[in-house]
């Protein structure tokens, strides 16, 4: 599976939260909150009997509102849930996205600064393990 095609089906997951825009490219402004940001931040490539397997690392940046918003906080409850419709943990392990779709943990949640500007949201860590 290449990288584009796991990049393109964790954007398809992630567009499966209504209301959520999704970029798997890092963009210059925030247009429509919330949006989700997809970005590769490592690769770890294996050997194990004669096969190669890649782990693809993402970040996925979530910002859900302005700093200053009074329902930011709440709204971003949801998304750092474990399940429920607008979980980021649930649309991912929820579809097939490579072999291994593991949301391992949400960081740096609350006040993010994006591009100069700050907004409540966090950073969830997405494994992929491609072993095709």
Do not use: C
Not at 56 to 79: K, M, N, P
């Amino acid at each position: 599976m290449s990288l584009s095609l796991v990049r393109a089906a964790l954007k398809t997951r992630l567009e499966t939260i209504t209301g959520l825009t999704v970029s798997k490219e890092t963009p210059d402004t925030v247009g429509k909150l919330p949006v989700a940001i997809v970005s590769l931040t490592t690769a770890d490539y294996e050997v194990a009997v004669g096969n190669l397997t890649v782990v693809w690392s993402f970040r996925i940046l979530l910002l859900v509102g302005e700093r200053d918003s009074q329902t930011a906080h709440a709204t971003l409850d949801g998304y750092l849930a474990k399940s429920g419709t607008t979980s980021i943990k649930a649309a991912i392990e929820g579809g097939s996205v490579g072999d291994f779709p593991h949301v391992r943990r949400a960081e740096n949640v609350g006040f993010i600064s994006y591009r100069g500007t700050a907004f409540v949201g966090a950073e969830f860590i997405v494994d992929v393990v491609d072993s095709s």
